[in-house]
């Protein structure tokens, strides 16, 4: 997984400017002045609430087909949250691994004064973002 994207409901503001709902998360609420700064704070929104559920353990919420969507007085946008971004800024935390290669391949390695862990995570990076 990811990105996930999630129907937002764009709502223009009595006061001017929009609030924003998520119909999939009850407790994703924003607001904005002007619409970019509505869809900014929404995007902010949504990553904060997706954030505190995984932190929590709670899984998330399947996103809602757009189309079945009712917008009551609104207008529906998209917003969507990228899984592997998140990863990256906030578990970057570096852990062991064993591993086990041929005996030869260990001598030319070292020989050559490579780096192990840094060609692991870049074959690692690479692999992730062929998918």
Known sequence: MKKIFYPAIFHTAEEGGFWVSFPDIPECLT?????????????????????SRLESGTTLPVPSEPENIPTENGFLVVIG???????????????????????????????????FSQVLQEALLAKIQSK
């Not at 607001?31 to 609430?49: C, F, K, P, R, T």
């Not at 971004?85 to 578990?91: E, P, T, V």
């Not at 030869?104 to 020989?111: G, I, T, V, Y």
């Open 81 to 115: 949250f990228d899984m592997l971004a998140y990863k990256k800024k906030n578990c970057s935390k570096a852990i062991k691994k064993t591993l086990s290669i041929p005996e030869w391949l260990n001598e030319e390695a070292l020989a050559m004064n490579i780096n």
């Open 31 to 51: 607001e904005g002045d002007d619409m970019e700064q509505a869809y900014n704070m929404a995007v902010d929104a949504l990553d904060l609430a997706l954030i």
